[in-house]
């Protein structure tokens, strides 16, 4: 599988692009087929690489593969074409990120931690979505579904806590505009310049600015703990 060159690298420059060759031969049907898997697995991460680097419209499938190491011909024995890898490179991060959205509710720093590792795990794919797709009117829907997903669970959060924000729709609005792209950005700028070994920091201060912003937008807010059924 790929390895990156430098695995506590800040950012996904410096991680290699090439991808190995299997060993020949003909395996039973069911270890063809996983081989098969791991192989597509194995070029969607390394073209992530490329991509963030380059960028979706500039980088054809002449010069992805050149930069993989492997002949064009491979990346079409997997993928019909460079949109259909694309796609499947962002169907499965925000997957993976809504996924998590998902997730009963366990407080901010416990979802915050659980981003970062998967952020830290896909850098490539995550600068594609937050940073190419954002400005990309084929690929963009991912980035909506991932910001309206995080928007509507703000919206919720907020109506549930304040008297004066369940009355104000157009300001609860804002509000959670203002914090899914807040989040998003800052998590991108995180991951791209900071140590992994400070990721509690990054956790600290998110869940500190976001509580502030919080005490400011609902001052009638009840910030009382209170157990739900899923805790």
């Given at each position: 599988?790929?390895?990156?060159a430098?695995?506590?690298?800040r950012?996904?420059?410096?991680?290699s692009?090439?991808?190995?060759?299997?060993?020949k031969g003909?395996?039973?049907?069911d270890?063809?087929e996983?081989?098969?898997?791991?192989?597509?697995?194995?070029?969607?991460?390394?073209?992530?690489?490329?991509?963030?680097?380059?960028g979706?419209?500039?980088?054809?499938?002449d010069?992805?593969?050149?930069?993989?190491?492997?002949?064009?011909?491979?990346?079409y024995r997997?993928?019909?074409s460079r949109?259909?890898?694309?796609?499947?490179?962002l169907?499965r991060?925000?997957?993976?990120?809504?996924?998590?959205?998902s997730k009963?509710?366990?407080g901010?720093a416990n979802?915050l931690?659980?981003?970062?590792a998967?952020?830290?795990?896909n850098?490539?794919?995550?600068?594609?979505?937050?940073?190419?797709?954002?400005a990309d009117p084929v690929f963009?829907?991912?980035?909506?579904?991932?910001h309206?997903?995080?928007v509507?669970?703000t919206?919720?959060?907020?109506?549930?806590?304040s008297?004066?924000?369940?009355?104000?729709?157009?300001?609860?609005r804002?509000?959670s505009q203002?914090?899914a792209?807040?989040?998003l950005?800052?998590?991108?700028?995180?991951?791209?310049?900071?140590?992994?070994?400070?990721?509690?920091?990054?956790v600290?201060w998110?869940?500190?600015?976001?509580?502030?912003?919080y005490?400011?937008w609902?001052?009638?807010?009840?910030?009382?703990?209170?157990?739900?059924?899923?805790?």
């Amino acid at each position: 599988m790929l390895t990156p060159a430098n695995a506590k690298g800040r950012s996904t420059k410096a991680r290699s692009a090439k991808v190995t060759h299997l060993p020949k031969g003909r395996p039973p049907r069911d270890e063809a087929e996983a081989r098969r898997r791991e192989r597509a697995d194995e070029l969607l991460r390394a073209a992530a690489i490329v991509l963030a680097r380059r960028g979706i419209r500039s980088t054809p499938i002449d010069a992805l593969a050149d930069e993989l190491g492997i002949p064009k011909s491979v990346l079409y024995r997997y993928f019909d074409s460079r949109e259909e890898l694309v796609h499947t490179i962002l169907r499965r991060f925000s997957d993976g990120l809504n996924e998590l959205q998902s997730k009963p509710w366990r407080g901010l720093a416990n979802n915050l931690r659980e981003v970062i590792a998967m952020a830290r795990a896909n850098p490539s794919e995550l600068l594609l979505l937050v940073k190419h797709c954002a400005a990309d009117p084929v690929f963009r829907p991912y980035f909506d579904e991932v910001h309206s997903n995080i928007v509507a669970f703000t919206e919720g959060l907020l109506q549930r806590s304040s008297p004066s924000m369940a009355a104000d729709a157009t300001l609860r609005r804002l509000c959670s505009q203002a914090v899914a792209g807040f989040l998003l950005d800052a998590v991108l700028w995180w991951i791209e310049n900071a140590d992994t070994a400070r990721d509690d920091d990054f956790v600290r201060w998110a869940v500190d600015s976001l509580d502030s912003l919080y005490r400011r937008w609902m001052p009638d807010a009840d910030w009382t703990p209170r157990r739900s059924r899923n805790g």
